[in-house]
């Protein structure tokens, strides 16, 4: 399962470019005209977008709309209905040269880096933000941040939580983390945290532990370096939330003793190898 959710996408253009013009009519009463500038940029697009390489395309993709327009202007300048009456814009050179390279991760858990610091300090995705009930999680198919369910108890997530990209646990899933810091982040965001323990966790008889980190760039927090510097209360807040937040749903969750910093980043690193073994197992394939 985890091995086919790390082959899982394969883009080859960002997610932000424009999609292009459907068909184009020449007039109410004219037959639909399958050589207009919409029509062939789409027929262009997913041909190009599909089949070759994303900076071949694009260059392709270009010249191709040159020509056309070329063509147009040759013929008369005639253009779609939609499009007449509108005067040519000047088009902007740095919007031009963001769309000519690839500059966004296509997938938060396979393409976003764990960064240099890890596995002590490493990037994380947030999925939930701190104070909701909505329970955020990854598809991993597409890579997108969809809504699993609404929480059963009257409970709500007492930290931002996500996951840690490229690592992988025995669950298949990649590692969870909490992040301890001052504001709620929206799903889908990704921030520098630093590990400062461990929650194990047994979930319906499953192990499903938990990293306990603060965010490196919040300055209430960054001090923290080990969960036995926060306030006790704190740590029974975090426990009281898994232990409750499925009993509704007549789910068993069992919470340990935290763990101290060494044993969070020992377990990072683990999952951070248990991931380089699936890419390579994949390569092999």
Known sequence: MALEA???HNYSFADDQPIPLGYEERGPTAERCPTSVGEQLNSIFFFFFYYLPYQKAYSLIIHKFLSIERSMENSGGATSGR???FSRVALNERIISSMTRRSVAAHPWHDLEIGPGAPAVFNCVVEIGKGSKVKYELDKAS???KVDRVL???VVYPHNYGFIPRTICEDSDPMDVLILMQEPVLPGSFLRARAIGLMPMIDQGEKDDKIIAVC???PEFRHYTDIKQLPPHRLAEIRRFFEDYKKNENKKV???DFLPAE???EAIKYSMDL???YIVESLRK
Do not use: F, M, R
């Open 6 to 8: 790390c082959k899982a």
């Open 83 to 85: 499009s007449a009456g």
């Open 143 to 145: 890579g997108l941040i």
């Open 152 to 154: 059963y108890s009257s």
């Open 216 to 218: 490196a760039d919040d």
């Open 254 to 256: 069992d919470v340990e």
């Open 263 to 265: 044993t969070a980043i």
């Open 275 to 277: 991931y380089a073994s």
